[in-house]
């Protein structure tokens, strides 16, 4: 290399940059059309709910820095397409710092932008970019690279401030100072003030997380450690190299054999990373990873969001070793751009995909057929978009493997009037899902003392359910019995001070007495 490209300045050429990040913004262009999908349901419609964005409605859930990310943009502008934006918006941010953390670290301009294009255009990264409720993993990597960047720029307090803040936005970041050790460990660059003010960032969390009453974070239970980063790292690298349709429900498979292989060449991994930068970047986010391997392995899914820090670091890795094969003329092989531009294009079919839930779901049901996850989440959103025909056969197939397809599937056929049908599919069911579809189906049918003495007897049995008691209120309204219509309504109004349909029928029913 000559040496005025060791000595080019830190800003890399506008053409590249600029190419690069138009091309990720043409991969992702689809998905700004669409609506919303997914959980973003829970909190997309209606009023903000800051309650649940900063807290949740899970004691394992405290993510109040990625809660606000969402609430905030959610209070200005209620469109999909907005939140999707931001989304990109993050993503783009993202490139551009593993783009400087790579010319940071030597790579000349049009290498580092080639491991940012890499990382920007990867399929495997749509998730966390096209699904709103990732900001649990974008807002977190993203201040994680900043951290980084600002490392490798000799800047320790700034980036231990970033990473501070990262637990903030999801529990997995706890071990973020691991990963500056690591980095230190690799380079040889003592970065013991970041770590310091890393690891204060994370017991303010752990802090703040009991101060407001939530048990310590990230619970796994019992879990085989070499089996789930065995069946973590498997998943990694089926997405990584072998991209695909998307596959949001990916089963958590154990491998404690390969588990064990992947702890020790792991080990050995960070032994020899001293003075290699490249491996150093490449290992950077393991601690991460293999917190969400635990996570993985108690919920049962190893989804793609969890790859999105690693991948980055991977992709400043790659930058790194193509720096030091480039030819002699300062620039990146010419077939080495194929790569990226070809992951553009799955990358685009993905992020179609995420556009409405039938064909995000559909899509995963179609690549794993016996994912009964997947199938029951492609029958729902089927039922939810009034397409009950198309659901019934995949909801039978799925019905002895998910518990919750029963009471799903019970509602389908009420809406095809397939009355006697559902009744007969919820006989005997204890599940209070189950229980409440059959109480449904039998106002429906008109037999309003029968759904009315169900619901009693389940409000004596089940935990408080608001929606349980709207029904009885309206069901006591029937019969013109306004006592217990109100009392009912006020016991929703107690356990859902929110619920309009309670505070809708408590004032009609005090208009009438």
């Known amino acids: 290399m000559r040496g005025s490209d ?13 190419v690069v990040l138009l091309a990720v913004v043409a991969a992702y262009g689809a998905s700004l059309g669409g609506g919303w999908v997914w959980d973003d349901l829970e909190w997309a419609l209606g009023p903000v709910d800051w309650h649940l964005l900063l ?22 502008s209620a469109e999909a397409w907005v939140q999707r934006s931001v989304g990109l918006l993050l993503h783009l941010g993202a490139v551009a710092l593993v783009a400087g953390i790579a010319r ?110 939530f048990p310590f974070p990230m619970a796994p239970g019992r879990v085989n450690l070499p089996e789930a980063v065995g069946a973590f790292a498997a998943r990694g690298a089926e997405v990584l190299l072998f991209p695909a349709s998307a596959d949001v429900f990916a089963p958590y498979v154990p491998h404690g054999a390969l588990g064990i292989v992947v702890i020790g060449v792991g080990a050995l991994a960070v032994v020899a990373s001293r003075g290699r930068p490249a491996l150093a970047a490449a290992l950077f986010a393991t601690p991460i990873l293999t917190a969400d391997a635990l996570a993985s392995a108690t919920i049962g899914v190893v989804a793609d969001r969890y790859f999105y820090l690693g991948v980055a670091g991977l992709a400043v890795a790659l930058a790194l070793a193509v720096e030091a094969v480039a030819d002699r003329r300062g620039r990146v092989l010419p077939l080495a ?43 729902n959103a089927l039922q939810r978009a009034g397409r009950c025909p198309e659901a019934d056969p995949i909801y039978r197939e799925v019905l002895d493997r998910e518990p919750e397809a029963r009471a799903a599937w019970m509602a389908c056929l009420g809406k095809e009037g397939r009355f006697d049908e559902a009744l007969a599919l919820g006989a005997g069911s204890e599940r209070p899902d189950v229980r409440w579809a059959r109480a449904n189906v039998l106002v429906d049918l008109e037999r309003f003392d029968e759904a009315e003495a169900s619901l009693r007897a389940d409000a004596a049995r089940y935990p408080p359910s608001a929606h349980r008691h709207v029904l009885l209120a309206r069901l006591a309204g029937r019969r013109h019995a306004w006592e217990a219509s109100e009392a009912d309504f006020r016991t929703a109004l107690r356990i859902d001070t929110e619920n309009a349909d309670a505070a809708e029928g408590l004032r009609v029913v005090e208009a009438r007495h």
């Open 6 to 18: 060791r000595t080019a300045p830190m800003q890399p050429p506008r053409a590249v940059a600029a």
């Open 55 to 76: 807290v949740g409605e899970r004691a394992l859930i405290f993510r109040p820095l990625a809660g606000a990310a969402i609430g905030v943009v959610q209070a200005l």
């Open 104 to 213: 940071g670290l030597g790579a000349r301009a049009s290498v580092a932008w080639f491991g940012a294009a890499c990382f920007g255009l990867h399929p495997a990264m749509v998730e966390v970019v096209a699904w709103a409720s990732c900001r649990s993993e974008s807002v977190p990597s993203l201040l994680t690279l900043g951290a980084w960047l600002a490392l490798v720029r000799g800047r320790p307090i700034l980036a231990g401030g970033l990473l501070a803040a990262a637990p903030f936005a999801k529990e997995a970041w706890l071990v973020g100072p691991a990963c500056v050790a690591l980095w230190t460990i690799g380079t040889r660059r003592p970065a013991w003030t970041t770590v310091a003010i890393a690891t204060l960032g994370s017991l303010a969390y752990l802090g703040v997380r009991h101060a407001v009453g």
């Open 337 to 379: 751009w194929a790569l990226p531009a070809l992951l553009s294009w799955p990358t685009h079919l993905r992020a179609l995909e995420f556009t409405d839930d039938v064909r995000l779901f559909g899509a995963s049901h179609a690549l794993d057929p016996d994912n009964a996850r997947a199938g029951f989440a492609h029958a």
